[in-house]
């Protein structure tokens, strides 16, 4: 009876739909096949075969057929407060969500509105007439964990432990390891800790804190490279939540007076993600850092990170020489790695062998060979390159160029008919020159040697579902070195903060990019000794856009906000 039951609102909407003309026999049949196999709900299948466009199509049919409103919830920001007239549990398993209330009318966005035993329990529930209109399924899910996700899963987690379903230690001592132990299996726990990683994947965050101060422990998310505070977790449970990380780890949960490092491994949705654990000794407890690795979240498209057409140009010219050395500059955070990975992928083919030192190895890509650098066991940056030489390579890439050693072998490597790529930590590309001679290496090989630098910095993109103009000008411009005249005549945008941000008005990041090659007038420059500003002066008559004008580019584009330029550029 449950099955039948089941499928019946399913084989109507279909029947409904062939009758409409929009499916044929077939795919009906084929879809009603899938369904009975446990592939999904009709609307859902329908939409895999390509017979409909998407489900909002089908929502807005059924509305129409119903005389019922549709709704895209993607399109509207919802008031916290009327969402939670509906109980968290009650809105997950009926799959519905309140979007406004008038007078004593609750309007519910819903996946099934022929179902009236829903739309009686919301009544009495809410104590409100409901109203509804219909959205698709998977709209009203990604709504219900937004909008219920800083207190839903955490605070029933939570509200487990609270119930004595595991044995609580009140005092400030920590627990003894056979506690520890016996506490960090208990299935509350282990959601508790699942539910924090699963969050930060959610909100494709990169970072993970934990961190432990004298009668809290805070919890934040590193989002478009800025750090989010979430919700809090109660100070009592700080020790068994880090052993339960630590045993995940497979680290030493008796040793809290070290740093210790490790990894874990998960799947979310059939996707592996990798997380690198850091655990460092506070005088409160100790602070936990897990990067997460996320194959899906890394940009190896180097069209797609952000590069003008003449950056990109030089860069991509640069990449396909057949020696020389490539260097990338900035921060730490700044991109490097990433498009590093992204001109390996595009050099990336069967008759290339590419070989790669890391520190750690981040992701993992076919037909490379990569190294992890371990300094502990004297495997260096240096050691790794010097035993590459010996492996018959086309392509080298070295993640750091930390000393000399390193940088003569890299640069000896370039000179002896391979491609090298490596970063530095510079501020600007025409300083990486000074950097490379001042570590001892000879001006005239770094001159021979080098064929591009670029300096990048990663800046967090405006929102785009929040996006507007600013009425007035920021007096802040005038600090990007602009006259009032320019300012006057820009367009100057930023976000308003939405659901769709977090509230921020930024989401995603793009890169600002200083490239130079290595002309024959800038080689000419570092052997006769020229400064840094000599260079500068030259690259940029040559066509080279300095990091602070590709940021005010991109502001005038509407892409980035002014703060975000000031914050990550000098003048």
């Known amino acids: 009876m449950q099955d039948s039951s089941s499928q019946s609102p399913n084989i109507e909407l279909g029947e409904l739909l062939l009758k409409s003309g929009i499916i044929n026999q077939d795919q009906l049949k084929e879809a009603l096949r899938r369904h009975k196999e446990g592939e999904g709900k009709i609307p859902q299948i329908l939409v895999k075969m390509g017979a409909i466009k998407d489900e909002e199509s089908i929502s807005k049919f059924v509305g129409k057929q119903l005389n019922i409103g549709a709704l895209r919830l993607s399109d509207v920001e919802l008031n916290p407060e009327i969402v939670k007239l509906i109980p968290q549990d009650i809105a997950r ?65 939570l509200k487990g432990l609270d119930e004595g379903e595991i044995e609580l230690v009140e005092s400030d001592d920590e627990p003894a390891d056979l506690e520890l132990q016996q506490m960090v299996q208990d299935k509350p726990l282990v ?11 959610k909100r494709q965050a990169s970072d993970i804190h934990l961190e432990c101060y004298e009668k809290r422990i805070r919890v934040r998310f590193r989002i478009d490279g800025e750090l989010q505070e979430m919700a809090p977790i109660p100070f009592k449970y700080r020790a068994a939540i880090i052993s339960r990380i630590k045993i995940m780890s497979d680290l030493d949960i008796s040793e809290r007076r070290l740093p210790q490092d490790g990894r874990i491994k998960v799947k979310m949705q059939d996707r592996p993600i990798d997380l690198r654990v850091s655990v460092l000794p506070t005088i409160f407890g100790e602070k936990v850092v897990m990067r997460l690795l996320d194959p899906k979240g890394l940009m190896i498209d180097m069209t797609k990170l952000g590069f003008p057409d003449l950056a990109l140009k030089n860069f991509q010219d640069a990449i396909s020489l057949p020696y020389g050395i490539i260097l990338v500059t900035g921060p730490t955070g700044s991109g490097k790695t990433t498009t590093l990975y992204s001109a390996l992928k ?33 495997l260096t940056f240096a050691a790794a390159l010097r035993s590459f030489l010996r492996q018959d390579p086309d392509i080298v890439m070295v993640g750091e160029i930390r000393d000399e050693e390193t940088g003569e072998i890299a640069i000896k490597a370039a000179l ?98 200083e490239v130079m090659p290595i002309s024959s007038e800038i080689e000419r420059l570092i052997v006769n000794k020229g400064s840094t500003m000599d260079i500068r002066q030259q690259a940029i008559k040559e066509g080279m856009v300095p990091l602070r004008k590709a940021g005010i580019e991109k502001i005038v584009k509407g892409i980035v906000s002014w703060e975000e330029v000031l914050a990550e550029t000098s003048s």
Do not use: W
């Not at 008759?351 to 004297?378: C, H, K, L, Y």
């Not at 007035?472 to 941000?501: D, F, H, Q, W």
């Open 416 to 513: 002896t008919g391979h491609l090298v790529f490596s970063t530095l930590h510079t501020n600007d590309a025409p300083s990486t020159v000074l950097r490379l001679i001042d570590m001892g290496i000879p001006d005239y090989l770094v001159a021979s040697a080098c064929k591009l630098i670029m300096a990048q910095r990663m800046v967090r993109r405006i929102c785009t579902s929040c996006k507007s103009e600013l009425k007035e000008k920021p007096e802040g411009l005038l600090k990007l070195g602009l006259t009032e005249e320019e300012i006057e005549k820009m367009s100057i945008y930023a976000g308003k903060g939405c659901k769709e941000c977090n509230g921020t008005g930024h989401k995603g990041r793009t890169g600002l990019f």
């Open 346 to 378: 595009t050099l990336n083919t069967v008759n290339v062998n590419i070989m790669t030192a890391e520190d750690p190895v981040e992701f993992n890509f076919d037909g490379i060979n990569q190294v992890a650098v371990r300094s502990d066991i004297g």
């Open 191 to 201: 959601k508790l800790v699942d539910s924090i990683i699963a969050d930060a994947i």
């Open 93 to 157: 398993k009926f799959n519905v969500i309140a979007v406004s209330k008038l007078g004593r009318t609750l309007v519910v966005a819903i996946s099934d509105p022929n179902n009236i035993y829903v739309l009686d329990a919301l009544k009495f529930i809410t104590g409100h007439t409901i109203q509804p209109v219909i959205s698709p399924e998977e709209s009203i899910i990604n709504a219900i964990d937004s909008y219920y996700s800083d207190q839903s899963g955490l605070n029933e987690v």
